[in-house]
């Protein structure tokens, strides 16, 4: 109906020349209603095209009335993630009524916000800032300090505070938005919901899961009651609430809650609604978490086919698709079906974003991630200095983020042994979360762990011990006891002592961090396959080989049915079960063992990656002790090559497969004479 009386309007205009001004606002106001109904319908790329066909048509002199439309446009555009053509409307709405109307009018205002707004989504933090200050400035001037406008200007600066890691300041401002809706709102109001709910994400990013719980629950309520069980609002109080479980690690608590958000969602805006898209990621994450990976996969392809279709290639919320697609398949260890995904992701940040973006940096860090894991170090390394940069350049000194990009560099440096540097990245990074969070806080408990890693590596081990038993004390005092970090630290503190030759001490670490992980996570885990195999290992180099055999082969039948046969940590397991074998003489088993594992790993990770060149060393041994020296020897230079190519002449591990290469020939020399 609308439709048709604008149609009817634009030709009326054209026809009748004398009141061509007075259809054209008809018109006008036609479109611009077409454009609110689609805002309804979360169609927001029709509205923006509505919205911009109104302004075009707002008679000459009716400026303010352009400006309107104009905002409604801009805010569209951002709507659909598509900022590239947010900008102009906003700051030609915003150009008019700064020309027109006085500084502290309320439209004003509302044009400061939206811009700011726009600006906040691209990463433009202290443009933001000044803006959100702005606004909040004339609303308390002008409205009070107790108005609802006012509200939401302390919520809008308190969102930018969080995503800087301003948590302190972000919880003042919520808290401060919160009450004042309390006191003006009925206590149902679902923007009191919304005030919940923002507090609720900074308590659930510091990790105090309790008070972030009790305000889901509370928004639960609130939107039930004031809403339709099937409205949209409810479908998100139900999606933050799964995603507390999820992050908990409560999967089975938050797969219904997920479904649940699907199923309205799908019904209210239909199933090819990029809302449904959003669920739709979220359920793949969940069972990627749970190793599900064929559930995961085809949740994460029918968002993108979603995002594809609603959107367009070239959307953020496609290219998010993408990146967490292609995580899933470097997980899998599929990283040549990775690595165009995570390709993508990047470039369309980079093209709607700028080269500058917190969620740039975010990519640069996943597709470095797969480079890292490829042994491509050359080409990781540019890609985490940029994305520390970028971080360090729009988030503040503190942000977690920042952490995450200095633990990301240091793990880079530690993997080709380039120590000294990796060392003061992370001290940095634990004294940020340590600065942040406080002494006794889980993340700062990872952090004493990767530090106390480390040490290890560098024969440390007496920093090393005191740094992992830190972190286990912190993780015991403030987790359940049977938590998986538990697990993860008491396996990291036996592998030390395993090192050591304190056969004794990491016996019963292992086997606490087993008995947690089976209790926790199940049997057939790669978690438990994998300490399995470290409990193995140590009854190896103890002799032990009846305990070691049949944890291997479990280990093994576990990695291979939940990970496939073809990946790479499959041929981890295959290559210490072929040392086990190779120590009790058992040649016929140990041979295609090695070879298993090396094709393998040449197939996904390339054939000169650092762990090629390990297994290569292990199957030289291996030919050496039966007096194979012809085909020991060109597998020690190629381990060496490798190793001095990848890790630099340095690195303990070139050192040590030279040694070796060096001793082989001096074997060859004496047993030729």
């Not at 690595?339 to 470095?368: D, Q, W, Y």
């Not at 503040?396 to 633990?407: F, G, L, T, Y």
């Not at 762990?611 to 030919?623: E, P, Q, W």
Request: some cysteine; proline content about 4%; aromatic content about 8%.
């Amino acid at each position: 109906m609308l439709q048709d009386a604008k149609e009817k309007d634009k030709e009326a205009a054209l026809n009748f020349p004398e009141s061509a001004d007075k259809r054209l606002r008809s018109a006008a106001s036609s479109s611009y209603e077409l454009g609110v109904l689609e805002m309804i319908r979360l169609n927001y790329v029709l509205a923006a095209e509505h919205f911009h066909e109104a302004a075009d048509m707002v008679p000459r002199g009716e400026e303010l009335t352009k400006a309107q439309y104009l905002d409604r446009e801009g805010c569209a555009w951002k709507d659909a993630r598509q900022f590239q053509n947010a900008q102009a409307p906003l700051e030609a709405a915003l150009k008019i009524r700064n020309d027109l109307l006085d500084k502290d009018h309320p439209d004003t205002a509302e044009s400061w916000n939206n811009l700011a707004q726009l600006y906040f989504a691209l990463g433009r933090y202290a443009e933001a800032e000044h803006f959100f200050s702005r606004v909040l400035e004339i609303n308390e001037k002008i409205l009070g300090k107790d108005h609802l406008d006012v509200a939401s200007a302390c919520s809008n600066i308190a969102e930018l505070c969080q995503a800087q890691g301003k948590h302190s300041e972000a919880e003042r401002l919520f808290l401060r938005t919160l009450k004042i809706r309390e006191k003006v709102l009925d206590k149902y109001d679902p923007d009191i919901a919304n005030a919940c709910n923002n507090l609720a994400m900074v308590y659930q990013d510091q990790r105090r899961y309790a008070e972030a719980k009790a305000l889901y629950l509370r928004i639960i309520e609130i939107n039930e009651k004031a809403l339709d069980m099937d409205h949209p609002l409810v479908a998100i109080s139900y999606n933050n609430l799964a995603g507390l479980y999820f992050v908990q690690g409560e999967y089975n608590e938050a797969e219904p809650l997920f479904l649940k958000t699907l199923k309205i969602r799908e019904k209210y805006l239909g199933k090819d609604h990029p809302s449904v898209a959003v669920t739709c990621n979220n359920l793949a994450g969940l069972y990627q978490a749970q190793l599900k990976y064929g559930k995961a996969e085809s949740f994460f392809l029918r968002a993108i086919k979603i995002n594809e279709n609603a959107l367009g290639e070239d959307n953020l919320s496609t290219a998010e698709s993408y990146r967490l697609l292609g995580e899933l398949y470097y997980a899998q260890g599929k990283y040549g079906e990775a690595e165009p995904l995570l390709f993508k992701a990047l470039k369309i940040r980079e093209k709607v974003l700028g080269m500058a973006h917190p969620s740039t940096a975010m990519s640069c860090n996943s597709l470095a991630g797969l480079y890292k894991a490829q042994g491509r170090y050359s080409e990781a390394e540019p890609l985490l200095l940029r994305a520390l940069e970028i971080r360090e350049k729009v988030l503040s000194w503190n942000h977690p983020d920042i952490a995450v990009s200095c633990n990301n560099l240091a793990g880079l440096y530690k993997a080709q042994g380039r120590y000294d540097e990796a060392e003061p990245l992370m001290l940095r990074v634990l004294k940020v979360h340590e600065n942040i969070l406080g002494q006794d806080h889980p993340d700062v408990a990872a952090f004493c762990n990767n530090l106390a890693q480390l040490y290890q590596n560098q024969g440390r081990f007496g920093k090393a011990e005191n740094f992992y038993l830190k972190a286990l004390a912190i993780n015991e005092k403030v987790l359940d006891a049977n938590h998986p970090d538990i697990a993860a630290t008491c396996g990291s503190l036996a592998s030390l002592y395993k090192q050591q030759g304190k056969y004794g001490e990491a016996e019963p670490l292992f086997l606490r961090a087993l008995g947690i992980n089976e209790k926790i996570l199940g049997p057939d885990h790669p978690s438990v396959a994998g300490l399995r195999s470290n409990l193995a290992e140590l009854y190896r180099v103890q002799g032990q080989y009846g305990k070691a055999e049949p944890l291997f082969l479990k280990a093994l039948k576990i990695k291979e049915k939940v990970m496939g046969k073809d990946h790479p940590d499959v041929a981890e397991t295959c290559n210490n079960l072929a040392l086990l074998y190779l120590d009790q003489g058992k040649y016929g088993k140990a041979e295609p063992l090695f070879l298993r594992a090396l094709e393998i790993v040449e197939n996904t990770m390339g054939k000169d990656h650092p762990d090629v060149a390990m297994i290569c060393n292990n199957l030289a041994g291996f030919y050496q002790v039966q007096g194979k020296y012809g085909e020991a020897e060109p597998l020690f230079l190629r381990a060496s090559e490798i190793a001095e190519k990848k890790l630099g002449p340095q690195h303990p591990n070139t050192i040590g497969f030279k040694n070796n290469l060096e001793s082989l020939r001096k074997e060859m020399k004496m047993s030729a004479t």
